[in-house]
Nanobody, 121 residues
């Protein structure tokens, strides 16, 4: 079955960096776009960054452009989010996401369990 497992979150000071990782399994990873979402307390989950199946194109939320970089390694079934110049407002749970075609169900959106990022001095 499809599994997405995030890691790399933690507590970091403003201006610091973190690298989130997402390990994917249960589907042909190189066939699908991947994305990262975040959800802060009391807010809706929102898109942070996305990357196409071969990594040729990326997109970012305006709030993270120039600070975050999404990348992937199709040989390892991994997607990453490099987060630099972190701000307190980046504090949220970060989720790996994929929309996978599943036989009998059509396209299904899958989420990881999330990893907490806290930016605070």
């Amino acid at each position: 079955q499809v599994q997405l497992v995030e890691s790399g979150g933690g507590l970091v000071q403003p201006g610091g960096s973190l690298r989130l990782s997402c390990s994917a399994s249960g589907f042909t990873f190189s066939n699908y776009a991947m994305s990262w979402y975040c959800q802060a307390p009391g807010k809706e989950r929102e898109l942070v960054a996305g990357i196409t199946s071969r990594g040729g194109s990326t997109n970012y939320a305006d709030s993270v452009k120039g600070r975050f970089t999404i990348s992937r390694d199709n040989a390892k079934n991994m997607v990453y989010l490099q987060m630099n110049s972190l701000k307190p407002e980046d504090t949220a749970v970060y989720y790996c996401n994929a929309v996978i075609y599943t036989s009998g169900q059509g396209f299904v959106r899958y989420w990881g369990q999330g990893t907490q990022v806290t930016v605070s001095s």
